[in-house]
């Protein structure tokens, strides 16, 4: 757990009465007591968090997901949603002082309807992440949520979540990525706002206050996602370069010479792919080259090749010849079969679980605007190697969103208890430095149990005022994931 | 004036000063009636704050007297959503005077704005950067960038860039409270609890007052073809469409639908108005291509419009297009825009009309309009239908005009009626009420008839709970 206390969330228990109840909606096969059989549910996925909770119930449909938070809501017992559990910040973990039940999405996974003319799909929550972007592409649709968990990630989490991911530069956030919502209310009514409208202006956003909410505010059960063309002619590149100041001059003339085809820009150092390297087998380098900075450049038109007329290929080639040049690309290899296209992403999307394999660490996930992203990362890496001189760096990134993940491994040989102790004085030397920068502390993950302290330390008292008025008056008794995003008094 | 009010009237004055208060009667007209003029409204005090501070201000006095206030920009509203009701307890706090360009970050790609900065004023200062703001709208040149984003504005560039929620990176809200909220990022991504913004976004001025907004910029656009397309049907405009994003490389910034009726209309009304094509069609389009490439004379692709060209001689040949011009100059895609842009100031000029700004998928509006035509024609056989919009977002603004000679009253005798057979219609699509325009006061009872009661319980719920006084623009969107 982090060093933060524990708030104050509701204790009502799950009684025998209870779980009958709840027994009678959900069936035998919707509820795990077994102790064994709840750990995955109640730990978080890197392993760090641990919570309880009396019971896990997996409802297998919006119904059963509203007849459940109806009996918890009538003896006010806390729920906390879950859908992939691969959250990093400990949004769908239990506090361990939860005394209530884990709702897991996870059975309530099919995709409902998919509309190839009208470029949208309605999927349950509980769907994975991959199996939709799969669903799509048979339909010659494309989805964009792109990132390293989408093997196991569901898109009700996505969404709770507001996440991020590869392609954000070209198609935004997880929100801007729906057109419509089902949520579960905090009392159990089913708010049906499934439209399929790229145009609605009938009264207050809803759909954009449960996305993001973390699961605070209601449960996302289904949702209308938007699909675009699918891509026909995709070139990825991997490129060292100068330095991240090059990062951001590449990025900004490359719009055009692609003629706005730019699908993904990621940065990445050297020790973050040697990380990658080093601990997920069958990962190449892509590139040997022994400078500091790469990127990882995807172009993608959906208009096909014509024989004869120039590609994305082409263009990528004759730009990064010209960007030689110019001297902000030392070397670079473009993919030529999709197997090497990817490796490269394997070797940015494995981030995470490299870092798991690697030990302790430390990781932040970090907004500024653009232009300012390498003076950021200067000063971060000096004030944060000023307090420990030997942590590691390996700052990576999606460079068009302003979105870095400041990341580190912890000095070799370090423990984690012993790293841990310095966590509290680098965090706040990251979090000032991003503020003074008008820069945001969470710009991907969310806030969960993690950043709890710090949204309240960062933010104005109107701003949270403003967010526990919202949740008070939506979910009055406190029972919709209790003691995450924001601590009530 | 009762005594009390005067007082009360002395205290706004304490805080805005004498050029922040409109007393004279004949001043203080257009700030209570809306553009359409179907409501006239009476208010203790018009005020205009010319500094945050000062909204602040005003909200805090207004707040502890509990007396409503009803936030304005340019007043070009449809809905009524700006306008004062009857009751004359009510102040119009009116943003104009908050019409500074406070920055414009070239390669940040945003500017931050005061509310009350006129939207064309906003695209002159991005134009003069290099740069795109694309919301784009008939009032362009008289509302202020705070409405556009309290009705969450739509607009001909929809289809490209999204509504003004999309073009939104941060906020600066004066709570019902007088707080001031500041929420002025210019982040792309910020994960940080409630999304405030898209909140206040489309509020309507309902849960707060937009005071300032960090905007989205683009890069401007280097090659644009435009063309004025004669098509058979509404089905053929959709199928047009379709195809030509692949054509265009994804370089559709606009696609407006318009019938025969609304150019007569407009041809009538608007002078110096002329019809780009020789022959009388049913259904016109109206296609825009833009890219921030600039067109390359050397090179042998060519540029937007010779793809156009390429692409409506195709169509043509399909039966998808009748006849067609595609301008061949700033001004020729100007006097298109001007056919587009000026059925609602001609239909205002005709006389007697209802408006029906409503969505439906983009793949139903053929079927749509059929059905939606015949149930109007049923309800008044005399009456004139004008339907126009926006094809790629499924929006139609789908009007009826009164039977020639009919006066308002007589007309709207009527109103109801067709209105219910165009809404029930619509919903029956699955569609929405008001796609673009908002509730306002004149939607009201339409959206609580159409809304389920938990969608209008939440909202209720988060109403009372950001101004329990109900003082911010009270009546508007829900009753409480």
Not at chain 1, 380 to 402: E, F, M, S, V
Not at chain 2, 92 to 117: F, H, K, N, P, W
Not at chain 2, 390 to 404: E, I, K, R, S, Y
Request: charged share 20%; hydrophobic share 40%; with cysteine.
């Amino acid at each position: 757990m982090p060093d933060t206390a524990i708030p104050a969330i509701p204790t009502a228990p799950v009684t025998p009465a209870v779980l009958d109840s709840l027994r009678a909606i959900v069936g035998e096969k919707g509820l795990i007591l077994d102790e064994q059989d709840k750990q995955p549910f109640v730990t978080d996925w890197r392993g760090s968090l641990v919570g309880t909770a009396a019971v896990v119930v997996r409802p297998a449909n919006t119904d059963e997901v509203s007849g459940v938070v109806k009996v918890c809501h009538d003896s006010g017992i806390a729920i906390v949603p879950q859908g992939g559990n691969t959250g990093l910040m400990g949004g769908a973990t239990p506090w361990p002082t939860h005394q209530g039940i884990l709702l897991s999405l996870g059975r309530m996974n099919h995709v409902l309807n998919v509309d190839a003319v009208g470029y949208s799909m309605t999927v349950e929550a509980g769907c994975v992440l991959q199996t939709l972007q799969e669903a799509a592409a048979s339909h010659d649709r494309f989805f964009p949520l792109s990132l390293g968990a989408q093997g196991s990630c569901m898109i009700g989490g996505n969404l709770s979540t507001n996440a991020g991911g590869v392609q954000v530069l070209r198609y935004g956030n997880a929100r801007n990525l729906v057109m419509g919502l089902e949520v579960v209310l905090p009392n159990g009514d089913i708010w049906d706002g499934l439209r399929s409208l790229k145009k609605d202006n009938t009264g207050y956003d809803l759909k954009h206050l449960f996305m993001g909410a973390e699961g605070t505010l209601g449960i996302i059960t289904k949702a209308v996602l938007k699909l675009w063309p699918a891509p026909k002619d995709v070139c990825t590149a991997w490129l060292a370069i100068r330095d991240p100041q090059a990062a951001i001059e590449i990025l900004s003339e490359a719009h055009a010479a692609s003629e706005d085809n730019v699908g993904s820009c990621e940065l990445m150092s050297r020790t973050c792919t040697d990380m990658v390297l080093r601990h997920l087998p069958g990962t190449q380098d892509p590139l040997k080259a022994g400078t500091p900075w790469y990127l990882l450049l995807e172009w993608s038109s959906s208009r096909l090749r014509k024989d004869g007329a120039e590609g994305m290929s082409e263009k990528m080639e004759q730009f990064l010849a010209e960007q030689m040049e110019a001297g902000r690309v030392l070397d670079a290899v473009i993919a030529q079969t999709e197997a090497q296209s990817r490796n490269m992403w394997r070797i940015r999307e494995g981030v995470a679980e490299a870092s798991r394999a690697e030990g302790p660490g430390l990781s932040y996930d970090i907004s500024v605007s653009i232009s300012k992203i390498p003076e950021f990362i200067d000063k971060g890496i000096k004030a944060t190697l000023d307090i420990l001189p030997t942590i590691r760096p390996y700052p990576l990134g999606h460079i068009g969103d302003g979105n870095i993940h400041f990341s580190f491994m912890g000095p070799r040989g370090m423990d984690r208890e012993t790293l841990k102790q310095y966590s509290p004085a680098i965090t706040r030397a990251v979090n000032d430095l991003i503020t003074s920068m008008a820069g945001s502390i969470s710009a991907e993950h969310g806030i969960g149990i993690e950043k709890l302290d710090e949204l309240a330390h960062y933010r104005s008292r109107i701003e949270l005022d403003t967010m526990r008025t919202i949740k008070r008056a939506l979910d009055p008794k406190n029972i919709m994931n209790p003691g995450k995003v924001l601590r009530l008094s | 004036m009762t005594a009390n009010a005067s007082v009360f009237v002395e205290k706004l004055r304490s805080v805005v000063g004498d050029k922040g208060l409109v007393t004279d009667a004949r001043a203080r007209h257009p700030y209570l009636t809306d553009w359409r003029e179907n409501y006239l409204g009476t208010a203790l005090a018009v005020v205009r704050p010319a500094t945050t501070e000062e909204v602040a201000a005003v909200v805090k006095v207004c707040a502890a007297e509990k007396v409503a206030i009803v936030p304005q920009g340019g007043n070009t509203g449809f809905m009524g959503g700006a306008t004062p009701d009857e009751s004359g307890r009510e102040i119009v706090l009116s943003l104009a005077r908050m019409s500074r360009i406070l920055e414009v970050d070239t390669i940040g790609y945003s500017m931050t704005v005061e509310a009350g900065v006129v939207l064309k004023t906003i695209q002159e200062e991005a134009a003069a950067h290099d740069r795109l703001f694309p919301l784009s709208l008939a009032a362009e040149g008289s509302c202020t960038i705070g409405g556009n984003l309290s009705t969450n504005a739509g607009g001909v560039q929809v289809l490209h860039y999204g509504n003004a929620r999309q073009l939104v990176l941060g906020l600066e809200v004066v709570t019902p409270a007088g707080d001031i909220w500041n929420g002025l990022r210019a982040l792309k991504k910020d994960n940080t609890g409630y999304d405030l913004r898209d909140l206040y976004l489309g509020a309507e001025g309902t849960l707060g007052i937009i005071t300032k907004a960090v905007l989205k910029l683009w890069p401007k656009a280097k090659d644009v073809a435009t063309s004025w397309i004669a098509v058979p049907t509404p089905d053929a405009a959709v199928e047009l469409l379709s195809g030509a994003h692949a054509a265009s490389e994804d370089n559709v910034t606009s696609c407006e639908l318009m019938s025969r009726q609304g150019i007569d209309l407009v041809l009538k009304h608007l002078p110096g108005a002329a019809d780009p094509l020789t022959d009388r069609h049913d259904w016109y389009v109206l296609l825009e291509w833009s890219s921030t490439r600039a067109r390359r004379e050397a090179g042998n692709e060519g540029g937007l419009t010779e793809k156009m060209e390429g692409y409506l001689g195709e169509a043509m040949e399909k039966g998808l297009v009748l006849d067609a011009a595609i301008a061949q100059n700033e001004a020729q895609a100007r006097a298109f825009w001007a056919l587009r842009e000026n059925h609602s100031e001609a239909q205002k000029r005709e006389g007697p009309s209802l408006k029906h700004d409503i969505s439906v998928a983009v793949s139903r509006i053929p079927s749509f309009m059929r059905e939606g035509l015949a149930a109007m024609k049923k309800v008044l056989p005399e009456g004139r239908p004008v339907p126009f919009g926006h094809v790629g977002d499924g929006n139609l603004h789908f009007n009826c005009q009164a039977p020639a000679g009919w006066d308002k009253a007589r007309f709207m005798k009527h109103g109801d009626a067709i209105s219910r057979a165009v809404y029930d219609l619509v919903v029956s699509y699955g569609g929405s009420i008001s796609a673009e325009h908002g509730i306002g006061r004149l939607k009201v009872d339409e959206l609580a008839h159409y809304r389920s009661k938990i969608e209008l319980d939440v909202m209720r719920t988060l109403k009372r709970a950001l101004d329990p006084q109900n003082i911010m623009n009270p009546g508007k969107i829900v009753r409480v």
